[in-house]
């Protein structure tokens, strides 16, 4: 995942700056979401 502090890798348990603890990632349909203690991360689209 990039965000504005930089890239990280994701999996459930990994805790994100100002994103929270990972409770799963996901694809769905055509994009990925990971989902956090915190909220939903949705994949750009380009």
């Given at each position: 995942?990039?965000?504005r502090q930089g890239s990280f890798a994701v999996a459930p348990g990994v805790t994100l700056?100002?994103?929270?603890?990972?409770l799963f990632v996901a694809k769905r349909g055509n994009r990925w979401v990971v989902v956090t203690a915190k909220g939903m991360i949705t994949e750009q689209a380009f």
């Open positions: 995942m990039q965000g700056p100002d994103a929270g603890r990972v």
